[in-house]
DNA sequence: TTCTCTTGCTACAGATATTGTAGCAATACG
DNA sequence: CGTATTGCTACAATATCTGTAGCAAGAGAA
């Protein structure tokens, strides 16, 4: 079953690309995928999945291949894959995450 | 004791709240709830449905009870949902997300 | 009372998404 | 030739999600 993919980013129909965002980074693995290339430098897809507590390969190139599509990843040949530009832009987003994880892991 | 339930957030074995904060965000429809409890108002569990897109209740129940657990959402008696003042702070790392969007949406 | 309406919440079956194992072709060394 | 690596895929077993239906409890109104 070829190639008729369903829209790389649910959501995208009402227009607001807040929507399309959020659900492209609400799929398992997104999130901790940008997380794990935060560093400069290019991880391979195995270091990746190793990084990513093996994570099955199947999925993580299903989400590398939709990380990819929005420009926010890219795979260096002899390399490995790395944040793009833009990505590492949304990765900026994220340091706050760091500290309130930090905070919320003492509530209670 | 009832008996262990599964982990109420993956990943928090590796005692990395960073890592449990990204399994609970990257779980469908939770990034997105937290989004539409943005204003300070509350919101009734139908209207949070609403405002996503209609999902199903089964899955919302399920995401606003980790979120209740999890101390970023909580449910005021004859009012709805709302955002505890943890989830809040967690609401404000988002903020610069929605500027980051727009500029996504302009890729390419 | 009973009749409505709403609330939060759940059951259940069918549809998707994810996992885990295995393995492919291509490339690079020896 | 072997033996590694790379990115990537097939496939079946699970886990998760969807959509529809409906529950019990509470608030008014009659």
């Given amino acids: 079953m070829p190639a008729m993919k369903k829209s790389a980013v649910r959501g995208s129909r009402t227009g607001r690309p807040i929507m399309a965002l959020l659900d492209l980074l609400g799929r398992r693995w997104t ?3 940008i997380w794990e290339l935060r560093e400069d ?8 999945r190793t990084a ?5 390969p199947t999925i993580m190139q299903a989400r590398l291949s939709e990380l ?13 894959y790395r944040l793009t530009t833009l ?10 995450l760091h500290r309130f994880a930090e905070r919320w892991a003492k509530r209670g």
């Fill in 31 to 33: 999130l901790r995928i």
């Fill in 41 to 48: 430098h290019a991880l391979t897809s195995r270091a990746l």
């Fill in 52 to 56: 990513c507590d093996e994570a099955s």
């Fill in 68 to 80: 990819r599509e929005a420009g926010l990843v890219e795979l260096v040949a002899g390399d490995g």
């Fill in 87 to 96: 990505g590492r832009e949304l990765f900026e987003t994220f340091v706050p």
